[in-house]
């Protein structure tokens, strides 16, 4: 009898290429690739309004739904209108509770909204700016990745992440998340799986965990 196949759709980080998962090989036989590249948002337009649209490129029920940081925040707002196998999230966070201190200040201060946003195409290290420090290497490593640069997505991507207010994740949620994030520190991170070493980008330099682990916690019930 042959072996059904699951749809595996992945959403990139904040402002990332979905090049970002070139690395990432499932088993061809059991799983079928695709990717979720950034909408521009209308000004104003609410997270959950973003994640319909959003899920209008999702074509197929009973499918595996995984996000990275940014992504993982939409990919969990997305599962309230799709029927899912799996949620997974990486290098990302589960409810407000989990964002680092840094951002709960920018809310309360509304700092987010002093980011100079429409500078970022002519600034390498836009996401220092944005959420604070970020190692260079790491920063240069992901840098090539990016390929968002819309002052409206800008602002708008930093508001909703800064100011999520999520209490409780999905149920069934899976959440992956490296020992070694420095942007969403492990210490504020509760119920995951930990990948020692990981960094916030280990879903690019740690892409080889992901192909040897991946296919078991899309399986385990």
């Not at 088993?27 to 609410?46: F, G, M």
């Not at 700016?129 to 819309?150: E, H, I, P, T």
Request: hydrophobic share 45%.
């Amino acid at each position: 009898m042959q072996q059904e196949v699951t749809h595996v759709y992945f959403m990139p980080g904040m402002a990332a290429d979905v090049s970002i998962f070139d690395f990432i090989k499932l088993p061809s036989d059991r799983y079928i690739v695709h990717t979720l590249a950034w909408k521009i948002p209308s000004k104003n337009e609410s997270v959950e309004k973003y994640a319909k649209r959003m899920c209008e490129d999702v074509m197929h029920e009973n499918c595996v739904l995984i996000g990275v940081s940014f992504g993982g925040l939409i990919v969990q707002e997305m599962s309230r209108f799709l029927k899912l196998k799996k949620l997974i999230i990486i290098s990302s966070v589960k409810s407000k509770f989990e964002l680092p201190k840094r951002m709960k200040i920018a809310r309360a201060t509304k700092a987010y909204k002093l980011v100079p946003t429409g500078m970022i195409s002519k600034i390498d290290d836009w996401e220092k700016l944005a959420l604070g420090d970020f190692a260079k290497k790491r920063a240069a490593l992901y840098q090539k990745y990016l390929s968002v640069n819309d002052k409206v997505y800008l602002d708008w991507a930093i508001e909703k992440m800064v100011c999520w207010d999520q209490e409780k994740p999905p149920k069934g949620l899976v959440h992956i998340h490296g020992d070694n994030d420095i942007i969403f520190p492990v210490s504020n991170i509760k119920d995951c799986i930990i990948v020692a070493g990981g960094t916030h980008v280990m879903i690019i330099n740690r892409a080889k965990w992901f192909i040897e682990n991946l296919p078991e916690i899309i399986e385990d019930n």
